[in-house]
């Protein structure tokens, strides 16, 4: 079984930054992708981010792309959600899962997840 713990979000003002950190036990790290997804209230779940168990060529949704950055820490079973220039529209519940295999934008895709940390940007 393989946990997940987010944390890091947090309330910001528009065009500031906030750094999230999801926390991987339980199945060794390396092997895994992850992914950042949000949920706002109302709206279905989305894609964000994405980064394969060896970290190449991330993939962003084209609503964050140039503002967020994802990265891992394999030493540190961590996965990273860099948040920049920050929107009220970036508001919402910020997730990161997990999946054996290739990285991807699917939610479906995923196999673990952890419980969300909530992101809210005033204007």
């Known amino acids: 079984q393989v946990q997940l713990v987010e944390s890091g979000g947090g309330l910001v003002q528009a065009g500031g930054s906030l750094r999230l950190s999801c926390a991987v036990s339980?199945?060794?790290?390396?092997?895994?992708?992850m992914g950042w997804f949000r949920q706002a209230p109302g709206n279905e779940r989305e894609f964000v981010a994405t980064?394969?168990?060896?970290?190449?060529?991330?993939l962003y949704a084209d609503s964050v792309k140039g503002r967020f950055t994802i990265s891992r820490d394999n030493a540190k079973n961590t996965v990273y959600l860099q948040m920049n220039s920050l929107k009220p529209e970036d508001t919402a519940v910020y997730s990161c899962?997990?999946?054996?295999?290739?990285?991807?934008?699917?939610?479906?895709?995923?196999?673990?997840w952890g419980q969300g940390t909530q992101v809210t940007v005033s204007s």
């Open positions: 980064i394969s168990w060896i970290g190449h060529r991330p």
């Open positions: 899962a997990a999946r054996r295999g290739i990285y991807s934008a699917r939610a479906r895709d995923y196999d673990y």
């Open positions: 339980g199945r060794s790290f390396s092997n895994l992708a």
